[in-house]
């Protein structure tokens, strides 16, 4: 069964760093998307994608965050100077919402900033 | 986003049934009802989405009410596996953007 993937699966590092985030999602999926979760809370929605395009973000997804689909299987997530507070997993997740409007997300990658 | 609300945690006995209730008054004609769940230390999982009629999946069923401002997740004979948390969320018919995740049920398996 297709799943999404993601790397690495822990990153950990110094606050005002950039990190990159990647994803490669299911391969005929459209809308991709990242969620974070810091330890012990919600699942909170940052951005979603499709058409390579922004189509919605959250107040959490400042300029300090960007997404980029640079070829026909990669979907990455980059901070560009990371945070204390930037630490948690963040998730993955594509669908074909045409057809089944589930998402499927990834295993995550638990991001340590220091 | 159009609210929902669940108890913070239930018990079941393994191999006993476990309805997981979700109550959403506010819900609007175009919504779907969408059920995940979450492993420890692991990404959701879908587990079931309907509309209006009950929906039947190798992992569980989905009972929706007339007024359609509840549902329940049922799960048949619950087993260690299924010890998660249970997410019950509300998603548009038209706009694919994103799913609102609430707190969820803890739901804690006794063997």
């Known amino acids: 069964e297709p799943e999404v993937t993601q790397t690495p699966s822990h990153q950990v590092t110094q606050m005002g760093q950039e990190v990159i985030l990647r994803c490669v999602p299911i391969?005929?999926?459209?809308?991709f998307y990242w969620y974070r979760q810091i330890l012990g809370q919600k699942v909170e929605f940052l951005v979603s994608f499709y058409n390579n395009e922004i189509s919605e973000k959250s107040e959490i997804f400042d300029d300090q965050f960007s997404v980029e689909r640079p070829d026909g299987s990669n979907f990455t997530l980059k901070i560009r100077s990371t945070k204390l507070e930037d630490s948690a997993m963040y998730f993955c997740?594509?669908?074909?919402?045409?057809?089944?409007?589930?998402?499927?997300f990834g295993p995550g990658t638990r991001l340590t900033v220091l | 986003d159009a609210k929902t609300t669940q108890p913070n945690s239930m018990e079941s006995n393994e191999e006993e049934p476990v309805h997981l209730p979700c109550n959403h008054s506010t819900i609007s004609g175009t919504d779907y009802i969408h059920w995940y769940r979450q492993l420890p230390s692991q990404g959701p999982e879908y587990v079931i989405h309907?509309?209006?009629s009950n929906v039947n999946n190798r992992m569980a069923s989905l009972a929706i009410a007339e007024d359609r401002k509840s549902s329940t997740l049922i799960l048949h004979r619950a087993t260690l596996r299924d010890a998660a948390v249970y997410y019950c969320i509300l998603r548009d018919l038209y706009n694919f953007n994103k799913f609102y995740f609430g707190s969820g049920t803890k739901l804690n398996v006794k063997p």
């Open positions: 309907g509309l209006t």
């Open positions: 997740a594509s669908s074909d919402a045409a057809i089944t409007d589930t998402q499927y």
């Open positions: 391969s005929n999926h459209l809308y």
